[in-house]
């Protein structure tokens, strides 16, 4: 890959320092994607060829072509560029792209002047990426809670004494799941900010901030919820989700943050592969005794003889008498693709947003 510092317009790209600054200020760009833009600073004015970024920035790893086209946009977004009137980067359809700025050899004294000091955090400070990518959570998990809560609502619902119908049962659980949905992911939002800020956003370093961010708030909501039960209710079910859940979904998100920033993929196939991921651990906690949001509900209403809620039309779905442990994977499976994949899928597109990529 190129070696020694390249001015183009208001931008310095340090190479060897790996780093991209704009008049001073510091460009977020992931590994790959630097690695991309290098590759055309240094062949600048040369047709560079889809094989060639293969080659040189995936170093072999299979990708699709969506891969590279989302690795060009970002790159385009973060310099400011348009591919219909491109100063930087010109497409040549099916063939690959060009370096079309002029470039200047620039001297390790203008690279030094130009890094930020390196005990200053990034714009924004430290709070604005946990801001920003707590608000990310939140979205995700909403979105989630709400789908989840639809789910469970609509296979629990049938008519009901005293009042409560369907309808009553539906908006009940998507209120309830979206809480959770959504205080879950505020929590592994914040982690993988915190991690990103620490080793930053290309590191595993994610998957060790969403373990974290997801233990942190699985413990609380099970310790509030079972002390809210005993106050309540004088009893309450300690086997309900916790911290141990938490961290395992927390991971399985904090590696799909590593698959987009770390290995480039796109959004596309980065929802996909951490949605898959959720749900192979949502299907393995229930198989190793954990239980997630639908089993949960179900402990809930069989240790509370006068509820109302019963989820076991949903395992009849499945062939079970009741909300058993078929039930309990396939719908974990559900909760965990759904949870993994919103909330990925929303931190990216936040991070897109502010001009950053995770």
Request: glycine share 18%; hydrophobic share 45%; charged share 15%.
């Given at each position: 890959?190129?070696?020694?510092?390249?001015?183009?317009?208001?931008?310095?790209?340090?190479?060897?320092?790996?780093?991209?600054?704009?008049?001073?200020a510091?460009?977020?760009?992931?590994?790959?994607?630097?690695?991309?833009?290098?590759?055309?600073?240094?062949?600048?004015?040369?047709?560079?060829?889809?094989?060639?970024?293969?080659?040189?920035?995936?170093?072999g790893?299979?990708?699709?072509?969506?891969?590279l086209?989302?690795?060009?946009?970002?790159?385009?977004?973060?310099?400011g560029?348009d591919a219909?009137r491109?100063?930087?980067?010109?497409?040549?359809?099916?063939?690959?792209?060009?370096?079309?700025?002029?470039?200047?050899?620039?001297g390790?004294e203008?690279?030094?002047?130009?890094?930020?000091?390196?005990?200053?955090?990034?714009?924004?400070g430290?709070?604005?990426?946990?801001?920003?990518?707590?608000?990310?959570?939140?979205?995700?998990?909403?979105?989630?809670?709400a789908?989840?809560?639809?789910?469970?609502?609509l296979?629990?619902?049938?008519?009901l004494a005293?009042g409560m119908?369907?309808s009553?049962?539906?908006?009940?659980?998507?209120?309830?799941?979206?809480?959770?949905?959504v205080?879950?992911?505020?929590?592994?939002?914040?982690?993988v900010?915190?991690?990103?800020?620490?080793?930053?956003?290309?590191?595993?370093?994610?998957?060790?901030?969403?373990?974290?961010g997801?233990?942190?708030?699985?413990?609380?909501?099970?310790?509030?919820g079972?002390?809210?039960?005993?106050?309540?209710?004088g009893?309450?079910?300690?086997?309900?989700?916790?911290?141990?859940?938490?961290?395992?979904?927390?991971?399985?998100?904090?590696?799909?943050?590593?698959?987009?920033?770390?290995?480039?993929?796109?959004?596309?196939?980065?929802?996909?592969?951490?949605?898959?991921?959720?749900?192979?651990?949502?299907?393995?906690?229930?198989?190793?005794?954990?239980?997630?949001?639908?089993?949960?509900?179900?402990?809930?209403?069989?240790q509370?003889?006068?509820?109302?809620?019963?989820?076991?039309?949903?395992?009849?779905?499945?062939?079970?008498?009741?909300?058993g442990?078929?039930?309990?994977?396939?719908?974990?499976?559900?909760?965990?693709?759904?949870?993994?994949?919103?909330?990925?899928?929303?931190?990216i597109?936040?991070?897109?947003?502010?001009?950053?990529?995770?």
């Amino acid at each position: 890959m190129a070696t020694g510092c390249f001015r183009f317009g208001p931008f310095l790209l340090d190479a060897d320092d790996r780093r991209l600054t704009r008049d001073g200020a510091p460009v977020e760009l992931n590994a790959r994607y630097l690695d991309a833009l290098a590759l055309l600073v240094r062949e600048r004015g040369k047709l560079v060829s889809k094989d060639r970024f293969l080659d040189e920035v995936w170093r072999g790893v299979p990708v699709t072509d969506e891969a590279l086209t989302q690795c060009i946009r970002t790159i385009r977004r973060q310099l400011g560029d348009d591919a219909a009137r491109p100063r930087f980067i010109e497409t040549v359809p099916k063939h690959g792209y060009r370096f079309i700025a002029p470039v200047e050899s620039a001297g390790s004294e203008a690279a030094a002047a130009s890094a930020p000091p390196t005990s200053t955090p990034a714009a924004g400070g430290y709070w604005g990426p946990s801001l920003q990518l707590g608000g990310a959570g939140v979205l995700g998990g909403g979105i989630a809670g709400a789908l989840g809560g639809l789910f469970y609502g609509l296979g629990a619902a049938q008519p009901l004494a005293s009042g409560m119908g369907a309808s009553s049962i539906v908006l009940v659980l998507i209120a309830l799941t979206v809480a959770v949905g959504v205080i879950g992911g505020a929590g592994v939002g914040v982690g993988v900010a915190a991690a990103s800020t620490a080793w930053g956003r290309t590191s595993p370093g994610s998957i060790v901030g969403g373990v974290f961010g997801g233990l942190v708030v699985g413990a609380i909501v099970k310790l509030l919820g079972v002390d809210a039960f005993n106050l309540l209710f004088g009893r309450s079910p300690s086997e309900m989700t916790g911290a141990g859940e938490g961290a395992l979904l927390g991971a399985a998100i904090g590696f799909g943050i590593w698959l987009h920033a770390g290995r480039g993929l796109s959004l596309r196939l980065t929802a996909a592969a951490t949605a898959l991921t959720g749900a192979v651990v949502g299907v393995l906690i229930p198989l190793s005794g954990g239980r997630l949001m639908g089993g949960s509900l179900d402990l809930l209403a069989r240790q509370f003889p006068a509820s109302r809620l019963r989820l076991d039309p949903i395992g009849a779905l499945f062939g079970e008498a009741d909300f058993g442990p078929v039930t309990q994977a396939v719908t974990g499976g559900i909760e965990g693709a759904l949870f993994c994949g919103f909330v990925v899928g929303t931190i990216i597109l936040v991070q897109r947003r502010f001009g950053s990529d995770v």
